[in-house]
């Protein structure tokens, strides 16, 4: 009625309530807001005035870098497939420097010397082997310190002809040097003290400086590898059956006469156990 006073007495819910629809307006008036400014699913309403503001600092050694991995991907014939990335305190020292497909000199051979990178560690073929220690060679794995396998590559599907599919796709035979008190890894890794300091301070050294560590990397390894029938022979370095090979791939590895492929024919057509 007019001239009444109002109530003033509301009850407590009758606030609460009220506080409850204006926090829920206020959180979708701040879920539009984002949408339509920083979401990474908005209309890019504000990206031009982003850019302006906020211009991206472009590095001209990244640049050069993802160059040099597309130039890699496409100069092979093979095909690059998705395989898992090692961490840092997993991968080899060899990694600092040289790519996942070292090899690039020849251009006849790389093809086939960069397919070893599947089955060997870079040591492997690279193993300079001293007078104090004998080398051995077994399944290496940077997440596993005895892999049981079975291994890539080391059989056949006896119904396609194709190498046996495995879980197992990091392990690679590697080196080790026998010593009294039993065998250690040939493989240097990133998260040994050497190498982490090297990472921190190789942009101010000088390439004198840089050879200087270099050479301690390389204390164990020699420039070229080795010669096609030191493995791909009967009197080779591996002992296929000890390694886990079956009884075929063991006779194709060893009796394959990689050495005359390469240096007899100009061109020649790979055979089907590198389909």
Request: charged content about 25%; overall charge positive.
């Amino acid at each position: 009625m007019p001239g009444k006073p109002e109530r003033t007495d509301h009850p407590i819910f009758a606030y609460l309530i009220g506080l409850g629809v204006i926090m829920m307006i206020l959180v979708v008036l701040a879920g539009v807001l984002f949408h339509f400014t920083l979401s990474p699913h908005a209309p890019e309403i504000i990206t031009p005035v982003k850019a302006k503001l906020m211009p991206v600092e472009h590095s001209a050694i990244l640049e050069e870098s993802r160059k040099h991995e597309e130039f890699e991907v496409h100069r092979h014939f093979h095909n690059i497939i998705e395989f898992p990335k090692l961490s840092e305190n997993k991968r080899p020292v060899c990694f600092i420097c040289h790519s996942d497909y070292p090899h690039s000199k020849s251009k006849k051979v790389r093809s086939l010397l960069n397919m070893h990178t599947q089955y060997f560690a870079c040591e492997t073929c690279h193993i300079k082997e001293g007078k104090d220690a004998k080398v051995v060679y077994k399944w290496y794995n940077p997440y596993d310190e005895n892999p049981e396998g079975p291994f890539f590559g080391t059989s056949y599907d006896v119904e396609t002809g194709n190498l046996v599919a495995v879980e197992d796709i990091l392990s690679k035979i590697s080196p080790y040097f026998k010593k009294a008190g039993g065998l250690s890894s040939a493989i240097q890794m990133q998260d040994a003290p050497l190498a982490k300091d090297y990472m921190k301070v190789r942009d101010t050294l000088t390439p004198e400086q840089r050879d200087g560590v270099k050479n301690k990397f390389h204390v164990n390894i020699k420039p070229k590898g080795h010669e096609c029938n030191i493995c791909h022979s009967k009197k080779g370095i591996f002992d296929y059956n000890k390694l886990g090979f079956s009884k075929k791939r063991t006779a194709d590895l060893e009796q394959l006469n990689v050495k005359g492929l390469i240096t007899k024919y100009e061109n020649f057509y790979l055979p089907n156990l590198f389909k």
